[in-house]
């Protein structure tokens, strides 16, 4: 009987990694150097995800996939191939499965072979279709800043139980994704709070040079000027932003000027 976590189901030395020449460790080092990377180069969460699903594939020698939740909402998912995906897929649709399980109650939850299974009849019956026999979700969260719940997904077309090293392996790499997983979405939620804000004050800006206009076309004041825009905007059925960068555009022959664009400072 083939073994999964072997890349030809044969038994295998502990200190070699599946799919590569260095060790677990050395994986390990390289799948954590790479992510510190992407962390710096403020890549979203959906491109980390693809990196973190590749490593998991190559330390298990199997196929692999990833969900998360953040905050508690919206999962988001990566594959390592199609196969794995469809797996995925079915049990996101169908709402139960051993990666929703494991995510739901964080413990780790393996499959010897999925033909044997009678729990979650959606997810067997994609599997099987796929292809896969022996099955493993392992679980992580982070709960300080953002909420994180995920599972890493490791099928492979052979039954047979896991080697312990290596899902101890994987189940550590799943807690320096949750990690890593939070950061990326903690500053990509900073990013698009910076975006509206920028959104916001040039919307303001443009609003104010139109009620300049209207102040002096009608000698009237602050008040009485904002609430004819507000009138015509209702009236025209047209966003206020875009009436009164209409209005500066008409007096002005040029587009309204827009504040100085915010830097944010350097990482140090």
């Not at 677990?24 to 693809?50: C, N, Q, T, Y």
């Not at 139960?96 to 299974?117: K, M, N, Y």
């Not at 896991?162 to 990013?191: G, I, S």
């Amino acid at each position: 009987m083939a073994q999964p976590g072997t890349p030809d189901g044969a038994a295998r030395d502990a200190t070699a990694g599946p799919a590569s020449d260095a060790g677990p460790a050395a994986w390990r080092v390289g799948a954590l150097d790479e992510i510190h990377e992407l962390l710096v180069s403020a890549v979203p969460v959906d491109d980390l995800l693809d990196v973190i699903v590749t490593h998991a594939a190559r330390r298990s020698g199997a196929s692999a996939a990833i969900t998360v939740r953040v905050g508690g909402t919206g999962a988001v998912a990566a594959s390592s191939d199609a196969l794995a995906e469809a797996c995925d897929r079915a049990e996101q649709a169908a709402g139960e499965g051993p990666c929703l399980d494991a995510s739901r109650e964080q413990r780790r939850i393996t499959v010897r072979d999925v033909h044997d299974e009678q729990r979650w009849p959606a997810w067997r019956e994609a599997t099987v279709a796929a292809g896969f026999c022996a099955t493993a979700a392992l679980p992580a969260a982070r709960r300080d800043g953002v909420r994180i719940d995920l599972a890493i997904d490791l099928y492979h077309p052979e039954p047979g139980d896991w080697p312990e090293d290596v899902l101890d392996d994987v189940a550590r790499f799943a807690d320096d994704a949750a990690r890593a997983v939070a950061v990326a979405a903690q500053a990509q939620e900073q990013r698009r709070t910076n975006e509206d804000l920028r959104s916001a004050i040039a919307s303001r800006t443009v609003i104010d040079q139109a009620l300049g206009v209207v102040m002096a076309q009608n000698r009237c004041g602050p008040e009485e000027a904002f609430d004819i825009l507000r009138r015509a905007s209702q009236t025209r059925n047209q966003k206020m932003r875009d009436l009164a960068a209409a209005i500066v555009a008409s007096v002005s022959g040029q587009e309204p000027h827009s504040p100085h664009e915010f830097r944010e400072r350097p990482r140090r």
